[in-house]
């Protein structure tokens, strides 16, 4: 594919910027401005948003990295520490990078008074948006490959920069499976935004789905190095989702009893 966007020769350097950081850039600016909308339509001051974008992000670009730095390749980074830093070389993980969003949007919530479910309602399309635009950057970049196929939508990271480790094999693309997944979601939260019984709803509608997405994908992904626990039989990004999954209908059903109640 395309690691790069294009090379530049600019008084004798080479401008090469990177696919995977400029789509997560256009993510993550897409998310904010999709973001300032909800917020401005359900009464909510679009101030808070500008205020935690910085935050939010430079929180999900450090959980995401610390994630796949301590989960999937801690042996390399011990090893080799100064390429923790190397972050235009991919190597991130979605769930540290939400696990860090949930908090630090807590945290302010908390500080500023406001409801914290309101706000991860606001959030969740925007979530989904930036996972897209993540994804096709992963694609572009040839991070987060699948396994070896003969389907007639298999794919090949020809290019020698590209991240994958297995250059001229085709195989699933994983990518391309969550970045239409994330748009599914997109589309339901989008659906279901007006429609909505409860604060947190979309938050916990979103969650639910990405991570049954994230564990169906995992099937097919092929970039084994990044662990597994009991044997060879669950990835660590599918025990997260499994741990996920439960606590999330869980906390779906007490929140929707509790707000029934109280009328």
Not at 46 to 52: K, V
Not at 117 to 139: E, H, K, N, V, W
Request: aromatic share 20%.
């Amino acid at each position: 594919m395309h690691p790069y966007l294009f090379d530049w020769v600019v008084g004798g350097h080479h401008l090469r910027p990177p696919s995977y950081g400029v789509m997560l850039a256009l993510g993550f600016s897409l998310g904010y401005f999709e973001a300032l909308r909800r917020a401005a339509k359900l009464g909510e001051n679009p101030r808070h948003i500008e205020n935690l974008f910085l935050m939010l992000v430079l929180g999900t670009v450090v959980g995401a990295r610390l994630f796949h730095v301590v989960f999937e390749e801690f042996p390399y980074y011990l090893a080799h520490p100064a390429k923790i830093f190397a972050v235009w070389e991919g190597g991130y993980t979605f769930y540290g990078g939400l696990v860090t969003a949930l908090f630090f949007m807590y945290l302010y919530c908390r500080r500023k008074k406001l409801d914290y479910l309101q706000f991860m309602d606001i959030a969740a399309p925007s979530t989904a948006i930036g996972l897209f635009m993540g994804r096709l950057g992963c694609f572009f970049a040839g991070c987060c490959w699948g396994r070896p196929t003969t389907v007639p939508w298999a794919v090949t990271f020809s290019n020698p920069e590209s991240f994958t480790s297995v250059h001229h094999l085709t195989v699933h693309p994983t990518q391309l499976y969550e970045a239409f997944g994330a748009v599914a979601v997109l589309i339901y939260l989008q659906w279901r935004f007006s429609r909505r019984r409860y604060l947190g709803q979309l938050f916990f509608h979103g969650l639910i789905a990405y991570a049954v997405l994230r564990f169906l994908v995992e099937f097919f992904r092929g970039d084994d190095y990044r662990g597994f626990i009991f044997g060879h039989t669950l990835s660590y990004a599918q025990f997260v989702s499994l741990m996920i999954f439960p606590l999330a209908v869980v906390g779906m059903f007490l929140y929707s009893r509790v707000k029934k109640r109280n009328g």
